[in-house]
């Protein structure tokens, strides 16, 4: 038997055992074997994803437009940017990730469009594996939704979470320590209402006899496997609903979703705002030593970067030669403030590294 037929296998079981006390301890140890053969079938097919796919980040973000078959992401990236992606009025237009590049507010942003994915991607079919690797590597995911098919958005979701994306949440604090002896020691809060033994029989699925884990957080069953896996990729998302045009009644998938018609030039402006508001970007203003501060290029970073993440966005070097940094802004107390390689940066902040000599 396959693993893909495990899977199945697996899935359907779970699909068809009702979730209750009695059954608890039986549905987490097939969630962890599943999500066990999942990480097996995904390394197994991780053996390059071909030249086509070979994008390497540029700019200060990257955004990746996934969707179906047909839904419009070509002219949507050609509306947005100087790309050439191919448009067609039939399914698999795209068959490679076109990159494109659109300046917006002093960002430089990265476009990628990549192919449509299809039911069964997070399995491999239609080279959905390759293109989830790509999805992967985003700073936002826009979900490009046909105004007529509403239910694709559900099916995206369900395969990005199966391929271990998960969008729009934040990583579980879960935190695991093995040890020699001792057996299963459990700390948690009071608002997880997983019992100890459910937690120590989908550890021991893991592979972990003795050990201590944390769970900070009011974390479900999914949500221990994925803090215990810890291969979980965590997304910002923005839902774009295309082709609004050719409905009456644009359909409410997510309450911070943007309607657009990509071919008629509609809600282009409203979407590239919604874009930037999402990536959360700040801007810092560098100023070398004895120089003044350039306010016309500021560096864009995310919104709780550090100095030090600043130094290695610029250049290896500068965090390697790093002595301390001087700021003023809204992250310091007093202009000039010393400062290291921990301290926080707010928008606008103005920023002089000191290196060693």
Not at 164 to 184: C, T, V
Not at 304 to 312: N, Q, R, Y
Request: charged fraction near 30%; aromatic fraction near 6%; hydrophobic fraction near 35%.
């Amino acid at each position: 038997m396959s693993v893909e037929d495990k899977i199945k296998e697996i899935e359907d079981e779970i699909r068809k055992t009702s979730y209750n006390k009695a059954t608890e301890h039986h549905i987490g140890k097939l969630k962890a074997k599943l999500s066990k053969l999942r990480a097996s079938a995904e390394k197994g097919s991780s053996q390059g994803v071909g030249l086509a796919y070979g994008i390497k980040k540029s700019g200060d973000a990257t955004i990746i437009f996934a969707g179906f078959p047909s839904v419009g992401k070509s002219t949507l990236l050609n509306a947005l940017t100087n790309a050439k992606s191919e448009v067609g009025h039939y399914d698999f237009t795209t068959l490679t990730v076109v990159p494109g590049a659109m300046k917006y507010k002093s960002a430089e942003l990265q476009l990628l469009d990549v192919p449509g994915l299809i039911a069964g991607a997070a399995s491999g079919k239609g080279r959905g594996r390759e293109v989830l690797s790509v999805i992967r590597m985003g700073d936002l995911l826009c979900l490009v939704i046909d105004a007529n098919k509403p239910g694709q958005y559900k099916q995206m979701l369900k395969e990005l979470y199966d391929a271990n994306l998960r969008i729009d949440e934040r990583p579980p604090r879960i935190s695991i320590e093995k040890r020699a002896y001792g057996g299963i020691q459990i700390e948690k809060i009071s608002k997880c209402k997983l019992t100890n033994s459910l937690i120590k029989s989908v550890l021991s699925e893991f592979g972990y006899l003795n050990a201590s884990i944390t769970i900070q957080d009011a974390v479900d069953l999914d949500q221990l496997i994925d803090g215990i896996v810890k291969n979980r990729v965590y997304l910002p998302s923005l839902v774009i609903v295309n082709k609004s045009d050719s409905v009456k009644k644009i359909p409410k998938l997510h309450k911070e979703q943007v309607s657009i018609s990509a071919k008629e030039g509609e809600g282009l402006d409203i979407l590239k705002e919604s874009i930037f508001t999402k990536l959360k970007l700040i801007r810092i203003f560098m100023k070398p030593q004895g120089e003044k501060a350039d306010l016309e290029e500021p560096l864009l970073v995310t919104d709780g970067s550090t100095v030090g993440e600043v130094c290695s966005k610029l250049h290896k070097t500068f965090r390697k030669n790093f002595r301390y940094a001087m700021v003023t802004g809204k992250s310091a107390k007093f202009a000039n403030q010393k400062a290291g390689l921990n301290h926080v940066l707010k928008d606008g902040d103005v920023l002089t590294i000191v290196q060693k000599r």
